[in-house]
């Protein structure tokens, strides 16, 4: 399984993104999806997550700014920023699960000056 992401780059603050990741060699269907972002100098952390059925859920920090969806149809997990803030800088990754199977793709930078 790849996930290939795009859609990062340089915003200012107030500003949006959305953010791609499309999934291939695998059954994206099948596969719950998340976002996660890695802070310069901080460890990982989640961002968002959507089952297969479309169920969410955000990370406090974001709720109320970011969307996160899916198309099942082009192998494809978004996330939508709106709001961003300088503290929504990072390396933004999508990541499959499938069970306790799953894995990373390379991240998309994401950086929110002020």
């Known amino acids: 399984v790849q996930l290939q992401a795009c859609g990062g780059g340089l915003v200012q603050a107030g500003e949006s993104l959305r953010l791609s990741c499309t999934v291939s060699?695998?059954?994206?269907?099948?596969?719950?999806m998340g976002w996660h972002r890695q802070a310069p100098g901080k460890q990982r952390e989640l961002v968002a997550t959507i089952t297969t059925g479309g169920t969410t859920n955000y990370a406090d920090s974001v709720k109320g700014r970011f969307t996160i969806s899916r198309d099942n149809a082009k192998n494809t997990v978004y996330l939508q920023m709106n709001s961003l803030k300088p503290e929504d800088t990072g390396v933004y990754y999508c990541?499959?699960?499938?069970?306790?199977?799953?894995?990373w793709g390379q991240g998309t930078l994401v950086t929110v000056s002020s």
């Open positions: 990541k499959w699960r499938l069970g306790g199977v799953g894995s």
């Open positions: 060699g695998g059954i994206f269907y099948a596969y719950a």
